[in-house]
């Protein structure tokens, strides 16, 4: 029997599956993809997130798709607050699992700059306070930007948890988020060797901090990639390579990961 597998982290909704998202639904459901999560990252993409909902659950041997409405820090040029209200109008209406994905990004320098990063923090906070008020988990981004993250989480108390998703932290930094009731997100990052801080950090922490995600269309499993000069879209249906790459960085078995995983999940998500 295949192991069954939660997609965490997945932008299933964006046009890059317009053309074959119904077909890429059942083979992920083939491949053990039992659920995933489409994720939020700008308010004007609202609606199409939660039709992407409504027609991949209205498909039959299809993954369960679950929604996580969020303004995401790189877009945050893009953010006004009326987009707060509109998350949480989603909050209200819809079964939303949880608020994502939010956070920090300093990866740009741009976004380095005072007022940009103030207005990062600004939303990362304000969807801090709607998770609380909703009492959902987040999801979290995280790029260039551990410290300030981890900082702004304990300065606000969040208690709700949720997902550190394709983490790029160090050792103490997951260590710090677990402490704070966050689960590690993996993606297909860790099918390549020289991913050595990766590695590290899931050899440190115990399977019971991880969970699994392919970050759709990013994050390709270096196996999936048809050339190191064009960019592979990545899919739902790629998870089982993540697996694959975590049981072997854990020299452990795949299906006890994979139940273990799924578990994970379902707790940090309240399923
Ligand atoms: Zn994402």
């Known amino acids: 029997m295949l192991p069954r597998l939660f997609d965490t982290h997945t932008h299933f909704d964006v ?8 077909q890429l639904a059942y083979q992920a459901k083939a491949a053990g993809v039992e659920a995933l999560v489409l994720i939020g990252f700008v308010a004007s993409r609202f609606a199409d997130l939660l039709y992407t909902q409504q027609f ?33 109008q989603l909050l209200q209406q819809q079964d939303c699992v949880a608020v994502g994905e939010i956070g920090l990004d300093t990866f740009l320098p741009e976004h380095k700059q005072p007022e940009i990063f103030a207005k990062q923090q600004d939303y990362f906070q304000q969807q801090l306070e709607l998770a609380r008020q909703y009492q959902k988990p ?27 998703h394709a983490f790029s932290g160090g050792v103490e930094e997951a260590k710090a988020l677990i402490k704070l009731g966050f689960k590690i997100g993996v993606t297909g990052q860790i099918t390549n060797p020289n991913a050595k801080k990766l ?9 019971e901090h991880l969970v699994l995600e392919t970050d759709c269309p990013d994050m390709t499993p270096l196996c999936c990639q048809v ?11 790629n998870l089982p390579y993540v ?9 452990c078995d795949e299906e006890t990961l994979a139940e273990q995983l799924w578990h994970n999940t379902q707790q940090c998500l309240r399923l």
């Open 227 to 237: 050339s190191s000069l064009e960019r592979t879209r990545n899919t739902p249906v």
């Open 15 to 22: 046009p890059d599956f317009d053309s074959d998202r119904e």
């Open 243 to 251: 697996l694959a790459g975590l049981a072997q960085s854990l020299q």
């Open 56 to 88: 991949v659950n209205g498909l039959s041997q299809a993954p369960q798709a679950y929604l996580a409405p969020g303004l995401h820090p790189f877009y945050i040029e893009q953010h006004q607050p009326e987009h707060l209200l509109q998350l949480e």
């Open 199 to 207: 590695h590290r950090v899931v050899q440190e922490i115990a399977a």
């Open 138 to 164: 987040v999801l979290l981004h995280i790029r260039k930007a551990h410290a300030e993250s981890i900082a702004l989480l304990k300065q606000q108390k969040f208690q709700l948890g949720g997902i550190a």
